[in-house]
């Protein structure tokens, strides 16, 4: 599956590298640039914190709320210890070492939280991360000394690459898109090694993983880790797209605009935590021509429960039912729900199965 | 329900317009002018959003949509508060709207994020809608960011001097939201009352505090002679309501926010203690002004029947304001704006123009307004809870009459620099 | 001292509010396994329906306009619930994540629709005369009798769910229920029925939270996420599914709001976290959860 896959992706990224100069041919030049910069770059930078929640759920099972607050947590990171930043708070780094220092933080928090969230799982772990991520929301809103409280800090304007200035849209989409990518495939990676194969594990029976000697809470924390490292590179990414970083970016409706993208796109593979950023963008821009921008809420309200009740793998489940469709493959046994429905099977739940 | 059917109909009647001048006969010039709109119809502060694009509309349709014989084309966006979501909306005005001008945003860290986006823009330029936080024209200011309306340190101007002097109060309990904008408030009113000799205690909050009868009963037992409430929002009706609830008697001295319609129109016990509150800020319901007297007329008569509040909300009055600067420089460059908007922004720079309160506007040499700010009252008239003006500080600028140097050298207003002090 | 007693008293009225809405959500929870994440809309749903019908009565200076104003936003909460359990939940029973991701699909529209609906603009109700304001409390003085009232109720919700779930015929349905649904419905019983039954009692709870706190807070957009929050809170430190663990949990986020505003504001918010953290370490089902 996965070696098919392969040189599909390459071949998308391909794509990807070339917009900036394919748009043009499209579109009038103000338009390209919107697209590449304000709905491409955005929708990249979106869909890495959603797929560091994908990454959790696909091969843990874990459904973890408290990503777009460890996202913030790299982007308050780097808002503080960076020079130049408005109000200045330590500000003492350059980019380079404040960047670092960031995803540090990030993997940091991703860690406690995995820890603090340790012996929860399913639907108790998604209560406790929410909650997790409402409290530092919270804190950081209400602190004046650290995180400048509600109007947060500004002025993260981003480095200079080789002498390519982070502020040129360009140059910002393909550094997003580059870290996109080595994360994407780092994850695909990631998931074949041995670490990868025992958190698997882990997802489908704790127990027998737990019975083979290995050590579940370690590998649980070291996901959560990682995935607190993806969150962190989003994070970066959009403190210096948004020129600075304030508390609405981590609140409540952000958290949720972040499962809802890995829910639209799918929570079965990586690739859906784009395809559903993507959606979500567009009908976040255009929502006003669609519909009624005062009412965009409710349209994504509505995009969220009906591919929740129609088809709870998203987007990508609703290619590979075509596909299976076309090619009349018969059901691969396990991906077929993603991760939405095939819960490890609790007692409750095997309770209910007819005798 | 009504309220939704209105909004969508001012949209379609705002689109209807904006098609009829296009194919009246006079018109024909160039381009239009794309003027691009932000400001907050999502989330909690939806309801001043709403009244600023009132007044937008109802001064643009006021001139025919038409300035120096260019037609303007009116783009609303719309953001949540969130200084993110106001970018990402500025942006898509700019990239893909290709607006020449945006008037807004709303709230403080908005009107920041797009000071700071301005930076990077060259050929446009942004007005501020009604954001009131002092730093974004004052520290760091950006070439492109004009701001016609005062900021939250501003509108205080006044009202320690009227406390300590006409009230003979010589200690107050200062309530206020543990962040930017009620520091911004609570300097202001400290500078004056502090160099007069009056003493201040102050009792913060975090933003979203809903319960606030600990802090009521500290207050009440204090020697306080007044209290002196900054709240925004929410936060100012709970501690309103629980201030009634609880009993309390002491007077009140009220932030800006505080004593505006979207406040008063709200109902519950808050109605009693706040009638008779003293506060201070850029415009009130009623001003013994014609300019004023005009406007308000003009914006019942196009909206009471609307969902309009009885008399123009702050922010509608700001983004009015704003908006008159655009036109006034518009008018003076005859719809020019070539050479990356060169003429047009020096022409904005030196406009001098009447707010909608009768008030006169300048710019200083950071594009923020000098301008007059009311000394206000609540009033019961006619069974509804009015904010009259019974005063008038005439050319406030930002630092309160302090030479600029030594004003910056107070520091940024926080709870650890809230301005006392003394001479 | 005195001001010690008023911070304890503020933190227990504050401390029942919070257990009158986070009751239905245990109750959901501990009973059908659903989190239910539009537990803060139906907050905010019986709030604004309970208002709309309180207004024009309180125009006409009627003194049973705050009871019918109540009854009408717990009864409309009520129906919502049934219906949400009826018409999305109901089919897909056990499958626990994809029920607390269509509760959150529909918070969201809710949130907004009532924005359309309400506009922006906050509400409170005004408490009758009865129960309005302020009572001599020994040891604080003068204290709003109305949060005092607040305190009743809590009580009252508490007994009262103890006695349903302990002493009736309903009740023994319902822990059946929960023990074996499949045993329960050979024995004759329509176990949706009873789903719904639950889901229609947490919601009105939830919407008496919605009218009583109201009455004591304003109401605007963005309460729902502060009460789901809240009862998420709650919960997980009293512990899942019990009404005692719920009770208890209140009393601690409750005080501890309280202390905190009083002692050092900026980082009250840190307090509670502390307790949740705290007790997530030591006891991840909660205080007095089942394990």
Known sequence: MRSRAAPWSLLGLAVLLALPWLLPQLLPQGQAQFWTASILGRAIVFGIIAMSLTFLATYGGFVSLAQMMIAGIAGYTLAIFVEGAVPRVVGLLGYGAAIPLALLAATAMGILMGAISLRSRDIYLLMITLALGMGVFRFIETNIAWFNGYEGIRNVVGPSLFGLDFRNALVFYHAALGTAALLYFGILYLVKTPFGLVLQGIRDNPRRVAALGYAVGLHRIAAFGVAGFIAGCGGVLSTIYNIGISPGSIGLGATVNILIMSVIGGLGHPIGAFIGSLIFTVLDTFAATIYDRDRFNTLIGLAFLAIVLVSPDGAIGVGARLRRLLTAQPRPASRVCGEVRSRPPSTRTAKEEPP | ?423 | MDLAATILLNGLTLAALYFIVASGFSLIFGLMRVVNMAHGAMYLIAGYVGYAVFEPLYDRDVWYAWYVGLAAGVAFAAVFGALVQTLLLGWMQGQELRQALVTIGLSIIVADQLLATYGGTPRQFFAPDAIFGSTQVPGVGGYPTFRLVQIGVAVAVGLGLWLLLNRTKLGIMIRAGVDDRQMLGACGVNVPLVGVAVFALGAALAGLGGVIGATAQPLAQGADGRFLLISLVVVIVGGMGSVTGTALGAVLVGVAEQIGQAMFPTYSVILTFLIMVTVLALRPQGILGRA
């Open chain 2, 1 to 423: 329900m009504t309220i939704r059917m209105t909004r969508r109909a001012a949209l379609l009647g705002g689109a209807g317009l904006a098609a009829g001048t296009l194919a009246a006969p006079a018109v024909a010039q160039p381009s239009p002018i794309r003027l691009g709109g932000l400001t907050t119809l999502e989330g909690p502060f939806a309801t001043g959003g709403q009244d600023a694009y009132r007044c937008v509309q109802m001064e643009l349709e006021r001139i025919n949509h038409t300035i120096g014989g260019r037609r303007i084309e009116f783009i609303r966006e719309s953001s949540n508060a969130q200084a993110d979501v106001a970018l990402a909306r500025a942006r898509k005005l700019i990239e893909q709207d290709n607006v020449d001008i945006i008037l807004g945003p709303l709230s403080g860290a908005e009107g920041i994020a797009l000071r700071d986006y301005s930076r990077t823009l060259t050929g446009k330029t942004i007005v501020n809608g009604s954001s009131g936080a002092s730093d974004t024209t004052l520290r760091n200011p950006s070439p492109n960011f004009f701001r016609f309306s005062t900021d939250g340190t501003q509108w205080m101007a006044g009202l320690g001097r009227h406390v300590f002097q006409q009230m003979g109060i010589r200690e107050v309990a200062v309530t206020a939201g543990d962040y930017a904008f009620p520091y911004a408030q609570v300097f202001g009113f400290n500078l004056e009352f502090c160099r007069l000799g009056g003493r201040v205690q102050h009792y913060w909050a975090p933003l979203g505090t809903t319960d606030f009868t600990s802090q009521i009963a500290q207050i009440n037992r204090s020697n306080a002679g007044a209290v002196v409430v900054v709240h925004g929002g929410t936060d100012g009706l709970a501690f309103m309501t629980q201030y009634a609830q609880a009993g309390g008697s002491k007077p009140l001295i009220g932030g800006s926010i505080m004593a505006d319609q979207t406040m008063l129109s709200a109902r519950g016990p808050h109605r009693r203690v706040m009638n008779g509150m003293i506060s201070g800020g850029p415009i009130a319901d009623v001003i013994d002004d014609p300019t004023w007297r005009e406007f308000v007329e003009r914006y019942r008569r196009r909206w009471l029947n609307e969902g309009g509040f009885q008399s123009p909300s702050i922010h509608a009055v700001n983004y009015a304001t704003n908006l008159h600067g655009i036109l006034h420089a518009l008018g003076a460059v005859n719809g020019d704006l070539s050479n990356n908007q060169a003429a047009f922004q020096r022409a904005l720079a030196a406009a001098e123009i009447t707010a909608p309160t009768g008030a006169a506007v300048k710019l200083d040499h950071n594009r923020q307004a000098i301008s007059d700010i009311f000394l206000n009252k609540i009033e019961e008239r006619q069974g509804t809870a009015q904010v009259v003006a019974f005063g008038r500080t005439q050319g406030v600028n930002q630092t309160l009459g302090m030479p600029e140097a030594q004003f910056l050298q107070l520091g940024a207003p926080s709870r650890d620099n809230a301005g006392c002090v003394a001479a």
